[in-house]
T-cell receptor
């Protein structure tokens, strides 16, 4: 059974700093997804990572995938307050089923 | 833009009531999903459907059923609501294929008293 674990679960950081959220998954998975959720809102897709070594970047966020280590990372560069949100990773199990991590609540302080 | 809509943003029901949550997508997606979201547990899959009238159990189907009579609509049914079904319910849809990105609706916050 596929399990997905994120760490840290809570992260408070200052604007301008860099940090990384880690997403480990327990068994082989073909795809890895990152989502963002603002308070009271639904999930917004950020990245889809399809293969080993895949790297995607959007603004101050960069996601990467190492399928051999069963690890994906979401790196935040020079954080700004607007990036405060909860971030979820999810790995695919079988053809369509997503298994989500617990989420990382990120707070960026001025 | 893909649009996934859910019938209610907030819902309050009493224990034992039958509850219907409706989800509609407008992008002709093959797959539709129902999740519940609880603090510290992430999202957990209740049921999904890969075609009209087809359904598959997810990780936590107990106490729920689903219906998909039309491609664009996927309903979640709580036959007899209980307090432990108080949660945020999220619907999603996807086209399938190699990327198979899921698009989520706004969510329904259900409170069972």
């Amino acid at each position: 059974e596929l399990k997905v674990e994120q760490n840290p679960l809570f992260l408070s950081m200052q604007e301008g700093k860099n940090y990384t959220i880690y997403c480990n998954y327990s068994t082989t998975s073909d795809r890895l997804y990152w989502y963002r959720q603002d308070p009271g809102k639904s999930l917004e897709s950020l990245f889809v990572l399809l293969s080993n070594g895949a790297v995607k970047q959007e603004g101050r966020l960069m996601a990467s995938l190492d399928t051999k280590a069963r690890l994906s990372t979401l790196h935040i560069t020079a954080a700004v307050h607007d990036l405060s949100a909860t971030y979820f990773c999810a790995a695919i199990q079988g053809a369509q089923k997503l298994v989500f991590g617990q989420g990382t609540r990120l707070t960026i302080n001025p | 833009d893909v649009k996934v809509t859910q019938s209610s943003r907030y819902l309050v029901k009493r224990t034992g009531e039958k509850v219907f949550l409706e989800c509609v997508q407008d992008m002709d997606h093959e797959n539709m999903f129902w999740y519940r979201q609880d603090p510290g547990l992430g999202l957990r899959l209740i049921y999904f459907s890969y075609d009209v009238k087809m359904k598959e159990k997810g990780d936590i189907p107990e106490g729920y059923s689903v219906s998909r009579e039309k491609k664009e609509r996927f309903s979640l049914i709580l036959e007899s609501a209980s307090t432990n079904q108080t949660s945020m319910y999220l619907c999603a849809s996807s086209f399938g294929g190699a990327v198979d990105e899921q698009f989520f609706g706004p969510g329904t916050r259900l409170t069972v008293l």
